[in-house]
């Protein structure tokens, strides 16, 4: 898959500031600082599609993106970021649920985990609401580049056991930096899209 063409469609809290329910829609979460932003922009190919920001925590609405009229990547808002105020963390949830349960068009949820570090408890509890709405079986590991080939299988090993994955679920390391593994991704994106 070749991404020609992407532009923010919709900033949303709520549904109805959703873009009308008319496409399918891969949408992407992580905790905070996993390299959403970063992630994004490599397989769209733009530089600041998504803002990647110094703070943390920054993503707190629903983005939507066009994507050559054909299909909607949604970035969700990232979780587990300790300086976002105790409101806005209480209100995420109802925000994904309302999104998760009675979006149409979405396809899957990419989850993003830090390669370097087993996933979080955080992490676990998100791909288990994944799991429940039925749009688990992809997992990207970011900051590939971060761990030499040796380590990175250990790495794999410890994602998949601790996110509880069965062997038909996909992990797919990738690296923003050196620009390696979103090709896999959009490999998985393009099947997505022809179910």
């Known amino acids: 898959m070749i991404i020609r063409e992407a532009r923010l469609e919709a900033v949303a809290v709520k549904a109805s ?5 008319n496409l399918p829609e891969i949408a992407f979460a992580g905790r905070s600082n996993v390299g959403k932003s970063s992630l994004l922009n490599l397989i769209t190919g733009r530089k600041s599609l998504a803002r990647v920001s110094g703070s943390p925590g920054k993503t707190r609405t629903i983005n939507f993106y066009g994507i050559d009229d054909r299909f909607r990547i949604v970035d969700l808002p990232g979780y587990g970021y300790a ?3 105790k ?3 209480r209100d995420w949830g109802p925000m994904m649920e309302e999104y998760f349960r009675n979006r149409k068009g979405l396809k899957k949820v990419v989850q993003l985990v830090d390669i370097r ?3 979080s408890v955080q992490d676990v509890q998100m791909y288990e609401y994944l799991r429940h709405y039925g749009l688990d079986g992809i997992v990207v590991a970011t900051k590939a580049d971060k761990v030499s080939r040796n380590e990175m299988h250990k790495c794999m090993a410890t994602i998949r056991k601790t996110l509880d994955l069965g062997s038909e679920d996909v992990i797919i390391p990738v690296s923003a930096l050196k620009r390696a593994g979103h090709e896999k991704l959009l490999e998985q994106m393009e099947k997505l899209l022809e179910e």
């Open 17 to 21: 500031q959703y873009p009308e329910d």
């Open 83 to 85: 300086k976002v105020s």
């Open 117 to 119: 570090h087993a996933p």
């Open 87 to 89: 409101s806005m963390s």
